[in-house]
DNA sequence: TTAAACATTCAAAACGTTTTGAAAGAAGGG
DNA sequence: CCCTTCTTTCAAAACGTTTTGAATGTTTAA
């Protein structure tokens, strides 16, 4: 095989495993879906153990949180009995799957907790003393703070997991925030 | 002090702590910033270590790394030597600093590493089997769609860190993408 | 200059996560 | 139904990260 395409394919693969670490992901996952992308034939979990070189134990793990994820599914091979995947080729696909679900509940869950405590400090404002009441006013300052900034993060991650379009760099020129 | 305004406070703390991991930051680094955050006087080494029940050591080594992102600031106090921090109360200061620091960069080298594939394997051509090209075709495919996700994500990326306005809720009302 | 008060460093320990491989579990073919 | 082939599971080991605290460095006041 040309050592520029293994040589491409590595890159590629050791990029995806970097992006995954990024995400919050292990490497693994990442590096198993970049050769799954990089492959234009499924691949069967021992030569993603192989190619990899990681025991197949790991590989049959971290495929099943894959699959989880929308990352990749399982692809049947008639006549054969092995499992077989293949990457989800859509980039964005796999981008809305995990803002969609992880990042999602972050924010909501944050947000929820803000404004548990907001209400909290209103209702016992009045068994506040002066003192502790200004401490109080400070506490809602910065939490209204805060919330301004999931608020935004809330209204950017919908964009981006409600859109259906496939974005790509010729359509999207502009990210216009207002 | 009222309980009321300790929860409050805890709960912040905590999901700094978390938003930090969140961020692959350690979440000290991000509890050290949520009780700066809540504070309405900067605090001093000891403060934050008794506050939250680390070491000084770990105190130290990570209020220097809030500072290197620009996320808290010394504060001299006079007729005093010990050292006092204070958060950086803009939290879209912070989140700028960050993006444009660590997810900037990150952006920047998978966009040229991509680009030096395309390079490869488009001068490689002429050296390739008929079969080889062909896969050199399916990662110049597969390479195409990665670079459009990190150019589209480029663009995002230098939208926020390009503000110069702080972002709130109700001046943001739409994040447009087109 | 010295002593006191603090901050910083870093090696070792604690802790958490990932990986492995052996054992158990399925599924398919005959 | 049994054997073969493959997958899954999970406890233990390897590995990586974080935390601690004692030792060392720094600053200030007198």
New binding site residues.
């Given amino acids: 095989m040309d050592q520029t395409l293994v040589n491409v394919n590595e890159s590629t693969v050791a990029g995806l495993g970097r992006l995954a670490r990024f995400f919050g992901?292990?490497?693994?996952m990442g590096r198993l879906y970049g050769t799954l992308l990089m492959s234009p034939e499924p691949l069967?979990?021992?030569e993603l153990a192989s190619q990899l070189?990681?025991?197949?134990?790991?590989?049959?793990?971290?495929?099943?949180a894959l699959e989880r994820w929308g990352m990749a599914k399982e692809y049947w091979m008639r006549?054969?009995?092995?499992?077989?995947y293949e990457a989800e080729p859509d980039i964005w696909q796999v981008i809305r799957n995990v803002l969609g679900g992880r990042e999602r509940r972050e924010v909501q869950i944050a947000l929820s907790v803000l404004g548990e405590s907001v209400e909290q400090l209103q209702s016992a404002e009045t068994t506040l003393s002066a003192e502790e009441r200004e401490l109080a006013q400070f506490y809602l300052q910065r939490i209204d703070d805060l919330q301004a900034f999931f608020n935004v993060a809330q209204i950017a991650l919908e964009t981006v997991v409600g859109s259906d379009a496939t974005l790509d760099f010729d359509a999207v020129t502009t990210i216009e925030i207002r």
């Fill in positions: 992901f292990n490497d693994v069967s979990l021992d070189k990681i025991s197949k134990g790991s590989v049959s793990m971290n495929m099943r006549g054969e009995r092995k499992k077989y």
